[in-house]
């Protein structure tokens, strides 16, 4: 029987579909220009079994970078998925109102693996898989007192 290389594992795993992360945004959908709004994900997993030439192959995917596109041109790399408010781990200002914005999060595996339930093995690339784009508009407010 033929052995399975790291690079028939490679292979496989461009094959599958490795999951997206979905980016949740507080506060959703709307947000005020200067205000910090919070981002955050939550770690996607993945764990399957599969037959490569003949053999069972266990395939374990975890996340260990997320890259933040806030819609905007601004960037933040990280190595956790950041947590809801009032954990303020991931935030981003906004200094445009009345603009949509398409903020994601794409977030970059690396891949261990063992065949037959053989000695767990990690390949040397990672991959990376481009998140949903979410809709998020700025608005502007001003405070106004009244008696």
Not at 5 to 16: I, K, N, W
């Given at each position: 029987m033929p052995a399975v290389t790291a690079g028939d594992v490679l292979r496989e795993v461009r094959r599958l579909p490795l999951p997206k992360a979905?980016?949740?945004?507080?506060?959703?959908?709307r947000t005020l220009v200067n205000l910090d709004t919070v981002f955050s994900t939550?770690?996607?997993?993945?764990?399957?079994?599969?037959?490569?030439?003949?053999?069972?192959?266990r395939i374990i995917a975890?996340?260990?970078?997320?890259?933040?596109?806030?819609?905007?041109?601004?960037?933040?790399?990280?190595?956790t998925p950041?947590?809801?408010?009032?954990a303020m781990d991931i935030t981003h200002q906004y200094t445009k109102a009345d603009q949509t914005h398409r903020p994601r999060v794409d977030v970059t595996f690396s891949i261990s693996y063992s065949?037959?339930?053989?000695?767990?093995?990690?390949?040397?690339?990672?991959i990376t898989t481009?998140?949903?784009?979410?809709?998020?508009?700025t608005r502007e407010a001003t405070p106004v007192l009244v008696d």
């Amino acid at each position: 029987m033929p052995a399975v290389t790291a690079g028939d594992v490679l292979r496989e795993v461009r094959r599958l579909p490795l999951p997206k992360a979905q980016l949740a945004i507080q506060p959703s959908d709307r947000t005020l220009v200067n205000l910090d709004t919070v981002f955050s994900t939550t770690a996607p997993k993945f764990d399957r079994t599969v037959t490569i030439l003949g053999q069972r192959v266990r395939i374990i995917a975890k996340p260990t970078r997320y890259a933040w596109h806030f819609g905007d041109g601004a960037t933040l790399t990280t190595a956790t998925p950041g947590r809801p408010y009032p954990a303020m781990d991931i935030t981003h200002q906004y200094t445009k109102a009345d603009q949509t914005h398409r903020p994601r999060v794409d977030v970059t595996f690396s891949i261990s693996y063992s065949v037959d339930g053989g000695p767990t093995q990690s390949l040397a690339q990672t991959i990376t898989t481009e998140g949903p784009a979410a809709s998020l508009t700025t608005r502007e407010a001003t405070p106004v007192l009244v008696d």
